[in-house]
């Protein structure tokens, strides 16, 4: 490797990762001197190539890249044969790059998978590797992560596992953050309790008023389509639309049927127009993605946003001048809180590119096994916070945390609960996975058709999208019945289902 490329590719990287830890250090009260006691890079016994190699991974960035810049900077130090090319990419970017490097066969060694690509869809047409071969003692490695995080048919499929969820699942991403000067000016506090959906509105509409054209009420990253869909979602989900997300389509699990025609998914839509037609909404949304609306923000272009606990780390370490504050996501129905469901697994799934070399397939185990120890979730849990928490919860104690991140770690504890399985049901609807298709236009792309006027039917357009899903589960079943699976729709059907508690295994004994 020439020397020269050597060190342009190392000051690019320090600067950005010492310059992120450093203050992301300082804004957690750490003492710099201890940037080098946070990361240690230990052998897992993985065969690293002595020859000069190009490793390269892309995931959605925020929070995340923080670790993995300092992770990286410290990983080439350890060898330094190594050159990482790390792409920290919006979702809508991932989902252009990946299937693309698939096809030409020039994919990262290590990728996050677009969020409309299944894993079953993945492993049908090669994308990506069996960890179990790569990850050095993965027996053991994954033995130490809590139960229900590699769960056959969510992780992986007869009997090799082909994704390693980074990060526990037990957030959602569309919670209330927003400016505290702009609210106040406006009247409200939401700290003295839950806004309802219509007090949402109506703070927008004011703040927009205060704002006279300078600043709105509210902005979102309209141009990153899956926020729509999770908004919508979310605001249906928490007022009682009880689902849990199927392929890329949802399921009611107390009925087994496609929730979409439950009108609470209207009534969420309708919040999203009342703010278009208010004139609440900063103009530009729907030109941009999500990590740009969330930059305008401190900005003081608008008041209020629906996001995810991703931002609070950011905002600290960038904006240290921004007096922001956070809250659970705005209520259609307030006396009836019901908490979001989440399934077994994780989040931030990454995965080991199929046709990555044998060399790099060695140092992406490595990189994993590190992941998985006590260590390793100890600095991402300091590095990363609650934006993305770590899995282990003795972590996330051990960890240097703000208040802040602390306090969303708290709300989630109190608003999010484990949910049905059917594959922990029934093993053999992991089969029914792998059949499954992706429908489009999914809720997603139906909510931005509605909001920007291309769809005006909301409710035909929202049953024509339950019958297109109920239809593909029917036939994903029958393929898979038809392959020997013993599956049928009663398998994703849960009647003692309580959103208000953790599903686990005495609920799956009832049934």
């Known amino acids: 490797m020439p020397e020269k490329h050597k060190i342009s590719r190392r000051d690019f990287l320090k600067n950005s990762a010492i310059g992120s830890l450093g203050m992301l250090l300082a804004a957690q009260g750490l003492p710099l001197a201890a940037q080098d006691s946070i990361i240690n890079i230990v052998s897992s016994g993985a065969d690293i190539t002595s020859e000069p190699t190009t490793f390269r991974w892309v995931d959605s960035g925020d929070q995340k890249a923080v670790f993995w810049n300092a992770f990286f900077e410290k990983y080439m130090e350890a060898h330094d044969n190594v050159t990482i090319q790390y792409d920290a990419l919006p979702w809508n970017e991932i989902a252009q790059v990946v299937p693309l490097g698939v096809r030409n066969g020039s994919a990262h060694d290590v990728f996050q998978r677009p969020l409309s690509v299944s ?12 960890l179990d071969d790569i990850i050095p003692n993965f027996d ?6 809590p139960g229900g995080v590699f769960v056959e048919g969510i992780t992986g499929f007869n009997g090799k596992t082909y994704s390693f969820p980074a990060t526990s699942n037990k957030r959602y991403g569309t919670h209330l953050l927003y400016n505290v000067e702009y609210l106040a000016e406006a009247g409200v506090d939401p700290q003295a309790g839950p806004l309802s959906a219509d007090d949402f509105v109506a703070t927008a509409k004011k703040i927009t008023e205060n704002g006279a054209g300078r600043y709105f009420g509210f902005i979102m990253g309209g141009n990153q389509v899956n926020r729509w869909g999770a908004i919508v979602r979310e605001f249906a989900r928490i007022a009682g639309a009880i689902s849990m997300n199927v392929g890329n389509f949802d399921l009611d699990m107390s009925t087994g049927e496609v929730p979409y025609t439950n009108p609470l998914y209207l009534d ?76 077994p697994g994780g989040s931030n799934e ?61 709300m989630f504890n109190e608003q999010v609960r484990v949910g049905p399985s059917p594959i922990v049901r029934n093993p053999d609807t992991a089969a029914v996975n792998l059949e ?23 409710a035909a357009a929202l049953q024509d999208l339950s019958d297109r899903a109920n239809a593909e589960l029917d036939r994903a079943i029958a393929a898979a ?23 686990g295994e005495d609920f799956y004994a009832e049934l």
């Not at 236009?441 to 006027?453: D, K, S």
């Open 350 to 410: 990454i995965h080991i590119y199929a046709e990555a070399s044998d060399a790099n397939k060695q140092i992406a185990g490595d990189i994993f096994h590190y992941l998985g120890t006590f260590e390793g979730q100890v600095a991402w849990a300091t590095l990363v916070g609650a934006a993305d928490p770590a899995i282990f919860a003795e972590a996330v104690a051990e960890a240097d945390m703000q208040p802040l991140e602390r306090a969303a770690l708290l």
């Open 140 to 145: 053991e490695w994954k033995a130490s992560f």
């Open 268 to 343: 969420a839509i309708d919040v999203l127009l009342r703010l278009r037609d208010d004139g609440s909404v900063f103009p530009g949304t729907l030109s941009m993605n999500a990590p740009e609306a969330r930059a305008r923000m401190p900005q003081g272009a608008a008041g209020m946003i629906l996001q995810g606990p991703w931002n609070i780390p950011i905002w600290l370490r960038e904006n240290p001048d921004f007096n922001f504050n956070i809250a659970g996501q705005p209520l259609l129905d307030p006396p009836n809180f019901v908490p979001v469901s989440v399934g």
């Open 436 to 458: 499954l298709r992706p429908i489009t236009p999914n809720l997603a792309e139906t909510v931005q058709g509605i909001y920007t006027e291309q769809i005006d039917d909301a």
């Open 119 to 130: 894993l079953a869809q993945a492993v049908s047409e090669g994308w990506v590797a069996a």
């Open 481 to 503: 019945v038809e392959k020997g699976a013993m599956v049928s729709r009663e398998d994703y059907i849960f009647p003692n289902w309580d959103p208000h508690q953790d599903y």
